[in-house]
């Protein structure tokens, strides 16, 4: 049969290319096609897109990330009071509706699409509208994180299209798609077996984004990661097989894990060493537990090559580090940076996240987390907290009130909470946080990065 992929736009105030693949729906379509079928792909977050450059020219930015293309629109009626603008971020209109035209010449059986941020829905609603004015009877299902998050939610928003929601994680949705056409599909190790359809790309990829593990052993109780997923890691010989197809096939200099766990591997030195035979350059962008970063792990991570380095650390206040999971201490932190330096990677290549807005979190403990990062002379990421359902901070908030229940997901986004989250930090607060970030990294590094 004949599969297309279909990476939807984004529908958002803010969104950029910090890296941006399909992960997970590319596993799908190889999935699909060690199976037999014929898959095809339309990423609409294809900067380098081969129709797209000729409209507007990509800037690649530092390590291959860069600015989407992006249009302002209407924002939807529930977001009408909220003073932010509202942009599709991704393939303009009239060229993914060519792209489409040219699919339904080739014969399409079935049509898989994936949203990852809950908030992020709305784009792939607006993706399956003009999906199903070209395809009015042809299966469509949707997966990706916000189906599993939310799978009530979007059955009742997407059932207006006919699509089958496929959620669950590893070959359960793949499973509930194709027994639409009573396929069976067999139980085997897809994570250590197969990797991301990158070959699916036609266009320049300035990188890749792959993963040596999924999951999370750890229980945070803001993140949603180890209620979704088994803690798996991909065996050393297998990355390196990924790894050989991906360089060879795609020419690409920056190698990017998504990983939730990338320390906990259980040969990360055999990776490490792996790792260092390879030209490329690695980035770890997801934050890594800083307790496990000893002299020996940070020398074999300096010999790899790794740029990119963030660390885990969400706050300096010991109280809260113990509530939301325990992870990391402001020791640890300390450790972690010495490390990494003394091995010789660069204190502008190493920065921490830091979480604004946790539940009983003052603005004064969010000053005080990026003070400490200052203080280390690395770069301080402060991420607004967002309530993820089926986590204890969730359910927590619910139940004392301090939500409120069957909120719209778009409304969780984390740049607009503080306009209506009355028990949270106001706007102001927001924004007092923001210019003193701005400000703090002006310093930082005699004001050479900002």
Not at 223 to 233: I, L, N, S
Not at 432 to 438: A, I, N
Request: with cysteine; net charge positive; aromatic share 12%.
């Amino acid at each position: 049969m004949n599969f297309l992929l279909v990476n939807p736009w984004i529908y958002d105030s803010a969104a950029y290319d910090f890296w941006l693949k399909p992960i997970g729906l590319l596993y799908v379509g190889s999935v699909l096609k060690k199976l037999g079928h014929n898959v095809e792909l339309i990423d609409m977050l294809d900067r380098h897109d081969e129709e797209l450059i000729k409209i507007k020219e990509p800037k690649d930015k530092k390590y291959g990330t860069g600015k989407f293309y992006n249009v302002e629109i209407e924002k939807p009626e529930i977001l009408k009071n909220i003073p932010r603008k509202f942009k599709r971020y991704g393939l303009p209109e009239d060229l993914f509706i060519k792209k489409l035209l040219k699919q339904k010449e080739r014969g399409i059986d079935g049509i898989f699409v994936s949203v990852t941020l809950t908030y992020w829905y709305y784009g792939g609603l607006k993706t399956i509208e003009k999906i199903r004015g070209i395809f009015p009877n042809t299966p469509i299902f949707l997966g990706g994180m916000y189906s599993n998050i939310y799978p009530i939610h979007a059955k009742k928003i997407f059932s207006k299209y006919n699509v089958k929601v496929c959620n669950g994680t590893g070959l359960s949705p793949i499973r509930k798609a194709l027994s639409t056409y009573k396929e069976n599909v067999p139980e085997f190790n897809w994570f250590e077996e197969l990797m991301p359809a990158y070959e699916l790309y036609t266009s320049k990829l300035p990188y890749v984004v792959i993963t040596s593990s999924i999951g999370c052993p750890y229980n945070c109780s803001y993140c949603v990661t180890p209620r979704m997923w088994k803690y798996q890691y991909k065996s050393v010989d297998s990355i390196e097989k990924m790894i050989n197809k991906i360089i060879n096939e795609k020419n690409v200099k920056d190698i990017v894990f998504f990983d939730d766990a990338f320390l906990l591997h259980k040969d990360l030195k055999k990776l490490l060493k792996m790792l260092a035979k390879y030209n490329v350059r690695y980035h770890l962008p997801n934050g890594i537990h800083a307790h496990r970063v000893n002299k020996e792990i940070a020398e074999l991570m300096a010999a790899a090559d790794f740029r990119t380095i963030k660390l885990g650390y969400e706050t300096s206040d010991p109280d809260l580090q113990k509530k939301s999971g325990g992870k990391v201490t402001n020791q640890d932190l300390i450790n972690a940076v010495k490390y990494l330096t003394d091995a010789g990677i660069s204190n502008e290549e190493i920065g921490a996240y830091i979480i604004s807005n946790l539940p009983g979190q003052s603005v004064k403990s969010v000053k005080d987390a990026v003070d400490f990062c200052i203080n280390l002379r690395i770069i301080p990421t402060v991420n607004e907290f967002t309530p993820i359902p089926q986590t204890p901070d969730y359910d927590s908030l619910i139940e004392n009130g301090i939500i409120p229940d069957e909120v719209d997901p778009l409304l969780f986004n984390n740049t607009l909470i503080p306009y209506w989250w009355e028990k949270g930090m106001n706007i102001n607060e927001v924004f007092d946080l923001k210019l003193y970030l701005k400000n703090k990294k002006k310093v930082l590094f005699n004001g050479q990065r900002t």
